[in-house]
């Protein structure tokens, strides 16, 4: 197992843009990771996230679901106030803008996300709000 697997918040964004993600793109149970650049909704501060995302076409997908919690992830409040966003993936950064997916979309979505990281049906089981899939549609 190696290291890259155990890392965690800004550590994890340290080193995933030190190495173009070859520390920190793969994580636990193979997951695969990116790194999220919002506007602070309050503050208007650049914040950096590291995310589990899944590939629809040439956009990654996100489930705002912190594992399970009542309330939706800080980065998903950046998005809903300015949903233009900076993403890397690995050595390529590009801009972004979010948006939720909904209906049939956000249900074959959520089936796809539960094949990256099996935690999403069981964090929903955990809370009343419906997770939110996001879809970052590059720009």
Known sequence: MSTQQF?????????????????GFVWKEGSHILLLTTTGRKTGNKTTTPLIFGMDGDNPVLVASQGGAPDHPGWYKNLVKTPDAEVQIKGETFAVRARDAEGEERDRLWRMMNGEW??????????SRRIPVVVLERR
């Open 7 to 23: 890392l965690f918040g800004q550590e994890h964004v340290r080193r995933y843009r030190e190495t173009d993600g070859e520390d």
């Open 118 to 127: 099996r935690h999403y049906e069981e964090y929903q089981a955990k809370t």
